[in-house]
């Protein structure tokens, strides 16, 4: 026999609207009246029916995520599982489900987000994406559409924007190996455009000046994220002479630290004697890189957390997670954390 709302309402001995506040996660039921509907349910093992719960709630039930899904893109977005890893935990808490998309262009964005919505399958959006233009963005803002946005220099009102604080990683990373005493450090950065890269390389910067610090001329490398042209950098870069060879590399991925690295081993470099290396996130490579690196770690699954949980403010539900901390009202920068390995200390 099929367990239904009434049978919880009456075993329990309050009104339907009781037990679907409780399923729903209401503020305005007492604890103890959670207790004992939910013992009910436990009891009878009632589980709601999603379709009817949306049909009430007016609501699909699920959260769409747009990432670029392209085959080598894990090579420089290793980081997507966690943060999908993330935002799944977040939602399962609220009774969410979470819908994927590929998007390769402003357009593909678009398209996704007025379809799903038209047809009430999506209730919000998180973006995790560089493909989000000016333009595009302006017309999502128009439309009313909830969403937030992952991994922008972009602040926008209303908590819509979630990242990690790039531009403090950056800062940390710089001013570690300037705290070894290195004296000619470089930074493989990722291609014009990457807002990432940008942001970091501007706390590197900010590192520099506030210690009076003044970097050797060539000293940022654009569009070496790719291993292979970390590798042709570090061999062309020690094809100089003495004053020309660094002796510090920030490098801006895993899989930029593993071409560089490599380039030092095949030229007789000594890792960290001769060159000290630094990187960001912690995630895939980095403790298993020889020797192991040193990582201003990112702490991503967090930030798929956050993010889910401002979107959730924004459709009016409860927070995923209560032992979190209240859920941000202003755009969140989640805070980095360095770690020191072989790659940079002896």
Not at 201 to 209: Q, V
Not at 295 to 313: N, Q
Request: with cysteine; aromatic share 6%.
């Amino acid at each position: 026999m099929t367990i239904t709302i009434h049978d919880v309402a009456r075993e329990a001995g309050v009104s339907i609207s009781t037990v679907s506040k409780v399923i729903h996660g209401s503020t305005r039921i007492s604890q103890p009246t959670k207790d004992r509907v939910r013992a009910v349910m436990e009891r009878l093992d009632f589980r709601p029916n999603s379709i009817a719960r949306a049909f009430v709630l007016q609501s699909s039930g699920t959260i769409g995520v747009l990432t670029d899904m392209r085959r080598d893109s894990v090579t420089f977005t290793p980081h997507v599982y966690e943060v999908l890893a993330g935002i799944e935990n977040a939602l399962l808490d609220a009774g969410y489900l979470l819908s994927l998309f590929h998007v390769s262009s402003a357009e593909d964005i678009l398209e996704r987000m007025d379809a799903m919505t038209r047809a009430k399958r999506i209730d919000g959006f998180i973006l995790h994406t560089s493909r989000l233009t000016d333009s595009a963005l302006k017309w999502i803002l128009a439309s009313g559409i909830p969403f937030v946005e992952i991994g922008t220099d972009r602040r926008l009102a209303e908590g819509q924007t979630v990242d990690v604080d790039n531009a403090l990683a950056g800062e940390l990373a710089a001013a570690h190996l300037l705290d070894l005493g290195r004296k000619r450090p470089v930074f493989f950065a990722g291609g014009t455009g990457d807002g990432i890269s940008a942001r970091r390389y501007e706390g590197i910067l900010a590192c520099f000046r506030k210690r009076d610090f003044t970097p050797p001329t060539d000293h940022y490398f654009p569009d070496t994220q790719d291993p292979e042209k970390a590798y042709a950098a570090m061999v062309r870069l020690f094809a100089h002479g003495a004053g020309k060879k660094p002796d510090g590399v920030i490098c801006t991925g895993n899989f930029t630290a593993e071409g560089a690295m490599r380039a030092a081993r095949k030229l007789g470099v000594s890792v960290p004697g001769d060159v000290a290396f630094v990187g960001f996130d912690n995630f895939p490579l980095a403790p298993f890189l020889d020797p192991p690196l040193s990582v201003v770690k990112l702490d991503m699954f967090s930030l798929g957390i956050e993010a889910a949980r401002v979107l959730m403010r924004k459709l009016g539900r409860k927070g995923a997670r209560p032992d979190a901390g209240p859920i941000p009202e202003e755009s969140a920068l989640l805070p980095p954390e360095l770690i020191v390995r072989a790659s940079s200390k002896a």
